[in-house]
């Protein structure tokens, strides 16, 4: 099992600047992937970007250019900087670890962090 903790959610003017942080229970390269979601009101959970334990990385369309995702081991930590934040941006955004196990996997998640973008 893993735990997950994230900060760094806010209130932001578009063309700002948020960074969000991810801390995992575990040694994060013992998790096969992990990601930042997001979901909006009414709208259904999205990939926001995703690194493997390898550190390849995935980013929606919508976020290419604008974020990026890092990690730091020593701390168990994944980051998602937000950078020209837009107010289509706002949402909740949850951490997500992806464990295999065996032949199968499971997602742990977040409590997820608020983040809001005023135009």
């Known amino acids: 099992q893993v735990q997950l903790v994230e900060s760094g959610g806010g209130l932001v003017q578009a063309g700002g600047s948020l960074r969000l942080s991810c801390a995992a229970s575990?040694?994060?390269?013992?998790?096969?992937?992990m990601g930042w979601y997001r979901q909006a009101p009414g709208k259904q959970r999205e990939l926001v970007a995703a690194i493997t334990a390898g550190g390849s990385t995935n980013f929606a369309d919508s976020v290419k250019g604008r974020f990026t995702i890092s990690r730091d081991s020593a701390k168990n930590t994944v980051y998602l900087q937000m950078n020209s934040l837009k107010p289509e941006d706002t949402a909740v955004y949850y951490c997500?670890?992806?464990?295999?196990?065996?032949?199968?996997?499971?997602?742990?998640w977040g409590q997820g962090t608020q983040v809001t973008v005023s135009s």
């Open positions: 575990r040694n994060i390269f013992s998790i096969n992937a």
């Open positions: 997500n670890a992806n464990m295999r196990y065996g032949l199968g996997y499971t997602d742990y």
